[in-house]
């Protein structure tokens, strides 16, 4: 049976020291980290997640910065909100919550928040560090740094190991690859045009999964031992609860928990990780804009 990773209990670990670096920051600089959190419109998942966000920066003593706009807000307009909160010197981190409404350019946006201030990572000179042997990103993408996180803290070894990534996605199956690079893993991407993606995932020592399809890895695609990082959050019908519904990884958690070494559940495993590292990453850009 696979050790199973606990999400929850490692990310409050990490909350833990993220309110100490705050409190140190706090008493030393007389300073306190800002996180602003844009969301424009009124989708109820991006709300949930914002609400999310905003809480556990109060948990930990980072300020948060409330910034609802108008699902109708134009571009120039938005723009114009991100340079604003650039060149607030309050605020050292900056999200904008995705999906943006279909009128406005996702890429131009991100692309306009501060490299210094873009703690989901998603800047194209982030990823264009983190791609790049011998540079180091200012900010790695939260939920591919948590699987990161994961991995460490429950002391698998990535240094020479052969890891699968299944997904390509510009949020976790790329970054997240380009990081297992970074720690000197043997790396491949499967995605949906890959033929037979079993045998590929079947050698795997660690495979995260990314791919957003409801329990498409089964127990005879993993290797015994292998450590699993399951990104996926799937909701499948389930009349037996009282939503009507369930969640499930990308990973058939009964059969992979008996051939794997390390699980991660759904939910409790990497989604708690997500917003930890995020939290990290606010502080980590309070550090260099205070201490500095």
């Known amino acids: 049976m696979a050790q199973i990773i606990d999400g ?6 990490i909350r833990r020291e993220v309110a100490a670096e705050v409190a140190a920051l706090s008493s030393t600089h007389n300073a306190v980290p800002g996180l602003a959190v844009v969301i424009v419109g009124s989708r109820k998942d991006s709300q949930t997640y914002v ?39 309050a605020v050292h981190g900056i999200l904008v919550q995705l999906p943006l409404p279909k009128h406005i350019n996702e890429e131009k946006i991100l692309t306009e928040i501060s ?3 873009d703690v989901d990572g998603f800047h194209p000179l982030n990823i264009g560090k983190l791609a790049m042997k011998g540079r180091e990103p200012l900010f790695v993408p939260c939920t ?4 990161m996180e994961l991995l460490s803290r429950s002391g698998v070894t990535v240094k020479g190991k052969r890891a699968v990534v299944v997904g390509r996605s510009n949020i976790v199956g790329l970054p ?25 995932v079947r050698e795997a020592d660690i495979v995260i999964a990314a791919a957003g399809q409801a329990m498409m890895i089964k127990g005879d695609w993993i290797k015994p031992g ?6 996926g959050t799937n909701s499948v019908d389930d009349p037996t609860r009282k939503s009507g519904y369930r969640l499930v990884g990308d990973v058939d958690f009964g059969e992979v ?25 606010t502080v980590d850009g309070a550090k ?4 500095e």
Do not use: F, W
């Open 288 to 291: 260099r804009g205070i201490v």
């Open 144 to 147: 591919p740094k948590g699987c």
């Open 226 to 231: 292998a450590a699993v990082i399951d990104v």
């Open 257 to 281: 928990s008996k051939v794997a070494g390390y699980l991660t559940p759904v939910p409790g495993g990497v989604g708690p990780m997500t917003v930890a590292m995020l939290l990290k990453n």
């Open 8 to 13: 929850k209990a490692i990310a409050a670990d």
């Open 176 to 200: 997240v690859s380009l990081l297992l690079l970074k720690a000197d893993a043997t790396v491949s991407i499967v995605h949906s045009r890959t033929p037979d993606p079993e045998s590929i």
């Open 115 to 117: 490299i210094e201030k």
């Open 51 to 89: 609400n999310m966000k905003r809480k556990a920066c109060a948990e930990v003593g980072i300020r948060s910065v409330d910034v609802d706009l108008p699902e109708d807000i134009s571009e120039a307009a938005l723009v114009a909100e991100v340079h604003r909160l650039n060149a607030d010197p």
